[in-house]
Nanobody, 124 residues
Framework: QVQLVESGGGLVQAGGSLRLSCAAS????????MGWFRQAPGKEREIVAA????????YYADSVKGRFTISRDNAKNTMYLQMNSLKPEDTAVYYC?????????????????WGQGTQVTVSS
């Protein structure tokens, strides 16, 4: 059993930055692939970024490439999402997720553990 808790969301102006954190507890392992997803009102949950057991294995949605950076610190059992140059269309509830996999995963249905979500609102 793994528990995930997101933090760091909030209200920012367009062009600003936020750093989200996902703290993991329970039976944590570096063998878990992790990812960030987001869901805006009336839309499906979509992949934002993903990272495998190796921090060098990452994936980014086209909409966030060059602006967001995913990372993990296994010693601290924490995953991060650095979000720069935020746009109003980035407004959503952001969720962290984990699954037992040596490979990065990009589909929501591939993940077994989910956090409660943290709201990110970008104003224009």
């Amino acid at each position: 059993q793994v528990q995930l808790v997101e933090s760091g969301g909030g209200l920012v102006q367009a062009g600003g930055s936020l750093r989200l954190s996902c703290a993991a507890s329970g039976r944590t392992s570096s063998s878990y692939a992790m990812g960030w997803f987001r869901q805006a009102p009336g839309k499906e949950r979509e992949i934002v970024a993903a990272i495998g057991w190796s921090v060098s294995s990452t994936y980014y949605a086209d909409s966030v490439k060059g602006r967001f950076t995913i990372s993990r610190d296994n010693a601290k059992n924490t995953m991060y999402l650095q979000m720069n140059s935020l746009k109003p269309e980035d407004t959503a509830v952001y969720y962290c997720a984990a699954t037992l996999s040596l490979l990065r995963r990009v589909r929501a249905d591939e993940y077994d553990y989910w956090g409660q979500g943290t709201q990110v609102t970008v104003s224009s």
